[in-house]
């Protein structure tokens, strides 16, 4: 009489963890930057052995450059799709940027603690965010040149410090909200920055 609870001879199907450990990692590089997280405590934290791990990144490094592809696939084509709306509205679309990262602190304080660590020209992440400053730069100039256009504006500013100025302000907000959210609204502080570049492109 055959044992029918032997093995069919089917193969195992590993459940791919890929998604869990970048969701565990990037919770931990947002806490102890690059340097201050642990292979070992992320494995842990997913229920893998460190070995079990590196079976999908196969180092540290290797890991960062998937938290930080992961979250640019959630975030660039959401953000440039807000800021390719009705160029009329694009301080409204910037402001509904403001808004959703308020809703996500933990990607929030990843993206703060990463962007800071990787002033070093010798982290892994260096050229990651030189690239994404860029890039964002680019996508700012390009909606703020299509709404002054739209609206019909005579403005000397100079569009690529303004473009760099916005990303400056969403920044330093963000830090500012991470240090003392209670204190710090990043929407109504941003509402009021806007208030006063508007005010100014349209004398």
Known sequence: MTDTNKSTGKKRVRRDRTEEILQEAAKSF????????????????????????LHYFP????LLRGVLDHRDQQ???????ILDRDSSTLF???????ARNEETPGLVQLFTVLVGESIRKDHPS?????????????????????YIN?????????IDQLASLIIAVMDGL????????????????????SKIV??????
């Open 59 to 62: 180092s540290k490094v290797h």
């Open 150 to 158: 739209a609206e019909g504006l005579a403005t000397e500013c100079d």
């Open 198 to 203: 508007l005010d100014h492109l349209k004398r």
């Open 126 to 146: 260096h050229d990651f965010f030189v690239n994404r400053y860029a890039n964002l730069k680019k996508m700012t100039h390009k909606s703020l040149t299509n």
């Open 174 to 193: 963000q830090i500012q909200w991470l240090l003392d959210p209670q204190t710090v609204s990043m929407s109504e502080s941003f509402n009021l920055f």
């Open 75 to 81: 975030d660039v084509e959401k953000y440039k799709a």
């Open 92 to 98: 409204d679309s910037i402001q509904d940027i403001v």
């Open 30 to 53: 947002g806490v102890y930057g690059f340097r201050g997280a642990t292979l070992s405590s992320i494995a842990q934290a997913v229920g893998l052995t460190e070995p079990g791990l």
